[in-house]
């Protein structure tokens, strides 16, 4: 049953002590596009329609039990480049049967988890 019409746009805000190294890990590294620097806030484009965003939090939390997951049908790609630009990946791509899905994880300077992972099941609809 639909409520209504489907939203726009979606954007997942995040909290950060340090947005300056934040800024640099997402622009460089993962090479987001910057939709919007709202100087205590910057909102990354990751998909047409999907936004991430980070705010300047002094007293940020740690953000365990969080994943930030990217989806991609090019996880070794993603792998091979982000490690050529120096990111350290806690676990290399890997077949995962019980989900029926190929993922690799890293961490983002803020410590949160951050999974690039292909859907292989039938049933994922994008």
């Known amino acids: ?16 002590r340090d947005l300056e190294a934040t800024a640099q890990f997402y622009e460089r590294v993962l090479g987001l596009a910057l939709s919007l ?4 806030c910057r909102i990354y ?20 039990g ?8 090019t996880v070794d790609t993603w792998y091979e480049q982000l490690s050529a630009r120096g990111a350290v990946f806690e ?4 077949y995962n049967p019980r989900y029926n899905i190929y993922h690799c ?17 039938p049933g994922w609809r994008a």
């Open 1 to 16: 049953m639909s409520v209504g019409a489907p939203f726009d746009s979606q954007v997942t805000f995040c909290y950060s």
């Open 37 to 40: 620097d709202q100087g205590t």
């Open 45 to 64: 484009r990751v998909a047409p329609t999907a936004h991430l965003g980070f705010c300047a939090r002094q007293d940020a939390p740690r953000p365990d």
């Open 66 to 73: 969080v994943i930030l997951t990217l989806v991609s049908d």
């Open 91 to 94: 676990q290399p791509p890997a």
């Open 105 to 121: 994880f890293l961490r983002d300077p803020n410590g949160y988890l951050i999974e690039i992972q292909r859907f292989d099941d």
